[in-house]
């Protein structure tokens, strides 16, 4: 959106409401208008010698992002540092190396350094000393380390909507709801952090006239309002015994009710472990942690839409080709690294030394990456509206005997199901009504 009003005045805007380490509020100015491009800097946390989440950065400490006038909900992100996460994988690679790692703090972007190994953007670069990751400390002058999020990432609803009168929305607050699992927001859980306060920037029209004019334009939207719903798949901890690689398919049906009569386009499933302490080692949070999609072993995954499946086969999507396809036709192509999304790299074996050691990242104790396998999503659309949604989840579980870590196969998974939900507005003069479409 360009703006060429001579009377445009960024306002920066401390809380109005402040929860320490919980949430924050900001409530705009009545009778005036602001363009709907509402940021918010100095994102983040606060404590000494850790790092953020490679896949969220300063997005992991996001629980939930709302719009409000007054107690009427427009617009709201749930499991919003989840869903952010993804949506860092969905810009281009040079994208992500060049400009949003020095916004978000995340490690999405990948180069290939001089051992022929993926390395997070160019780590040869030793005037960055790898700060962009590093957390904040309570130091004056380390808000340089803090990020930056563009709301309409968060709610679609500001990207269809190029105006906000607070003549209209005359109690309008934006409220950023705060996480506080510290698993879930650094890469090392040892040490409590704290939140800095945000602070909320928006653009004031100032000009009376052009303030009216854009008033008289602002008729409604329509937008994809992003919801989410979980189906859990139970753990088989004892497969056919505890004997090494002992294995049995599972299958789960579950119904989905979250999107009932709506309209719904675009979906993504992440599957992520239940017990999210199962991420941490020793105080370290392995790979993407909490927020990883993991990858399961002969997974097949079916959806029923009013009675029809939506995929051909009776096990619909059955192999990782498929899946990748779908993903690339419905969200474009995933920024991740080679083999993140796939069960393991060429034939390795998560129990046994790697083979393969080049064009991929660095090994882990000889084994492959504790990323491989981590960005795993399923993607779709359904462009209808929902009456019965029913999905059939499969996977094969595997027994192994050495430890915790490599039961991600028959452990408690949930699936987060996000899905772009079709809304509206309608305005009349002082008055309008959200509904969905």
């Known amino acids: ?24 509020e900001f409530k705009l100015n009545p009778n005036t208008g602001y363009y709907s491009n509402l940021r918010v800097v100095n994102v983040g946390a606060k404590v000494a010698a850790k790092g953020y989440n490679p896949l969220c950065g300063v997005y992991g400490i996001l629980r939930a ?34 400009q949003r790692h020095k916004l978000t703090k995340s490690g999405v972007g990948y180069m290939i350094d001089d051992s022929k190994h993926i390395k997070q953007r160019d780590t040869r670069d030793k005037s960055n000393s790898n700060n962009d990751e590093t957390v904040a400390t309570s130091n004056e002058g380390d808000e340089s380390r803090l990020g930056y999020l563009d709301l309409r990432q968060a709610l ?14 005359k109690n309008l607050r934006v409220v950023l709801e705060f996480e506080t699992d510290r698993a879930k927001v650094l890469n090392n859980n040892a ?16 000009d009376a006239g052009r303030r009216m004019a854009m008033e008289k334009q602002m008729n409604g939207a329509v937008w994809n309002c992003i919801e989410h719903d979980i189906v859990q798949v139970p753990g088989q901890l004892s497969v056919n015994g505890d ?33 999210a302490d199962k991420y941490v080692v020793t105080n370290n949070v392995s790979g993407f942690g909490a927020y990883s999609s993991e990858a ?42 080679p083999y993140d999304n796939l069960e393991c790299v060429g034939s390795d074996s ?49 027994k192994y005997n050495n430890g915790t870590l490599n039961q991600k196969l028959n452990a408690p998974l949930n699936l987060h199901i996000f ?19």
């Open 1 to 24: 959106m360009s703006l060429y009003s001579g009377a445009i005045v960024s306002d920066l805007i401390d809380p109005t409401t402040s929860v320490a380490n919980k949430l924050v």
């Open 65 to 98: 992002v709302y719009l409000y006038d007054g107690r009427r909900e427009l617009d709201s992100l749930r499991e919003a540092n989840r869903y952010l996460g993804f949506s860092n994988l969905l810009y281009k690679n040079e994208v992500n190396v060049s």
């Open 156 to 169: 679609p609803l500001l990207e269809n909507m190029a105006f906000l009168s607070t003549n209209t929305f």
């Open 191 to 206: 040490a409590a952090f704290t939140v800095p306060a945000p602070i909320l920037i928006a653009d004031e029209e100032q």
């Open 243 to 275: 004997s090494d690689t002992r294995s049995s398919e599972q299958s789960v049906t579950k119904k989905v009710d979250g999107f009932q009569n709506k309209n719904v386009s675009r979906v993504v499933v992440m599957k992520a472990r239940a017990d």
């Open 296 to 337: 399961m072993h002969k997974e097949k995954f079916q959806v029923t839409l009013n009675n029809k499946t939506l995929f051909s086969g009776a096990d619909g999507i059955d192999n990782e080709g498929h899946k990748a396809y779908l993903m690339a036709m419905t969200f474009g192509n995933v920024n991740v690294a």
């Open 350 to 398: 998560p129990i046994a030394n790697s083979v393969h050691k080049t064009g991929v990242r660095p090994l882990n104790a000889n084994k492959q990456a504790r990323e491989t396998g981590q960005l795993n999503y399923i993607g779709f659309s359904i462009e209808d509206r929902v009456q019965d949604l029913q999905v059939a989840y499969k996977r094969t579980n595997v």
């Open 419 to 437: 899905a772009e939900v079709r809304k509206q507005i309608v305005i009349s003069g002082d008055n309008y009504q959200v509904t969905y479409a």
